[in-house]
Nanobody, 126 residues
Framework: QVQLVESGGGLVQAGDSLRLSCAAS????????MGWFRQAPGKEREFVAA????????RYVDSVKGRFTISRDNAENTVYLQMHSLKSEDTAAYYC???????????????????WGQGTQVTVSS
């Protein structure tokens, strides 16, 4: 079965960096758009970043542009989210997700994603 396993979360101070990883198994990784989403307590899950199947295209929510970078290694079936200059408002559970696609480069819609990981907590203290 398909599994997405996130790792790399933790407690950091404002201004610090973290790199999240998401290891995928049970799917042909290179045929899936990969995305990162986050959910803060009391808030709805929101799109953070997405990357195309070949890593040629990326998309970010405005609030993380210039601070976060999504990347993927199709040989390792892994997607990453490098986060710099973390802020307290970045505190959330971060989820990776996979969306099968033959044509689209990226997708920001939660409902379009086929598979989800269990999440990893990122807490930024100010």
């Amino acid at each position: 079965q398909v599994q997405l396993v996130e790792s790399g979360g933790g407690l950091v101070q404002a201004g610090d960096s973290l790199r999240l990883s998401c290891a995928a198994s049970g799917l042909t990784f290179s045929t899936y758009i990969m995305g990162w989403f986050r959910q803060a307590p009391g808030k709805e899950r929101e799109f953070v970043a997405a990357i195309s199947r070949s890593a040629g295209a990326t998309r970010y929510v405005d609030s993380v542009k210039g601070r976060f970078t999504i990347s993927r290694d199709n040989a390792e079936n892994t997607v990453y989210l490098q986060m710099h200059s973390l802020k307290s408002e970045d505190t959330a559970a971060y989820y990776c997700a996979a969306r099968y696609s033959r044509s689209r480069d990226y997708d920001t819609a939660i409902s379009d994603y086929d598979y989800w990981g269990q999440g990893t907590q990122v807490t930024v203290s100010s």
